[in-house]
């Protein structure tokens, strides 16, 4: 089992430009997560979906789009890169997104660093 | 607005030493409060759940504490080792909402031989 695998590791962009950071998961999970983490601050939401063929916006999902191709992948989409972007960015799965303990815990993937300049 | 704050932000230990991280928040309705370890240039590892009810949870040589009523939890590290070294986030959920986590900015633990 891979767990969830993100590609790619690392990306520098422009301003301007756009790219999809793909993340996909083997432990047949519901439920898929995107979040950012940035220097000092704790990660935060950007979209999830709770099952396949549903997303939803989290914390902080502007300049961002996403897609659940289908159960095991989701994909991030940054259409037009910002500076305020540069960020590392992690994709988590669980089995759903609530209900009893174990179903809920989120496994994460190793990261896409990315830099907007 | 909910928050999760950690202390210290950074601490260095040597090998064999104990250390206690501290977690406080302010998260509501609470659902349950988790800690994670996070290697460098990895992802999130969980360490450990508990649940309203739960006051202390064991996983190996890490210990957590919760303390509902005061809304703090303690991460402790028992005879640390060079691969403790990592950085530890306090993730609380809040009931409701889908278990909507809220994340601590983290402990970064350096154990020197």
């Known amino acids: 089992n891979a767990g969830v695998t993100q590609t790619p590791k690392f990306q520098v962009l422009k301003t301007g430009q756009s790219m999809t950071l793909q993340c996909a998961q083997d432990?047949?999970?519901?439920?898929m997560y995107w979040y950012r983490q940035d220097p000092g601050m704790g990660l935060r939401l950007i979209y999830y979906?709770?099952?396949?063929?549903?997303?939803d916006k989290g914390e902080v999902p502007n300049g961002y789009n996403v897609s659940r191709l289908n159960k095991r992948e989701f994909s991030l989409r940054l259409e037009s890169a910002a500076p305020s972007q540069t960020s590392v960015y992690f994709c988590?799965?669980?089995?759903?997104?609530?209900?009893?303990?174990?179903?809920?815990?989120?496994?994460f993937g190793p990261g896409t660093r990315l830099t907007v300049t | 607005k909910n928050q999760v704050e950690q202390s210290p932000q950074s601490l260095i230990i040597l090998e064999g030493k104990n250390c206690t991280l501290q977690?406080?928040?302010?998260?509501?309705?609470?659902?349950?409060l988790r800690w994670y370890k996070q290697d460098t240039g990895r992802g999130p590892v969980s360490l450990t759940i508990?649940?309203?009810?739960?006051n202390t949870k064991s996983n190996g040589r890490y210990t957590a504490t919760l303390d509902a009523d005061t809304k703090q939890s303690s991460l402790h590290i028992t005879a640390s080792q060079l691969s403790d070294s990592a950085s530890y986030i306090c993730?609380?959920?809040?009931?409701?909402?889908?278990?909507?986590?809220?994340f601590g900015g983290g402990t970064r633990v350096l154990v020197k031989p």
């Open positions: 993730v609380v959920s809040a009931q409701a909402a889908g278990n909507k986590l809220t």
């Open positions: 508990m649940t309203f009810s739960e």
């Open positions: 977690c406080n928040y302010t998260v509501s309705p609470f659902s349950n």
């Open positions: 979906s709770a099952s396949e063929g549903t997303t």
């Open positions: 432990m047949n999970h519901n439920s």
């Open positions: 988590a799965s669980s089995e759903s997104r609530s209900g009893p303990r174990g179903s809920y815990e989120q496994y």
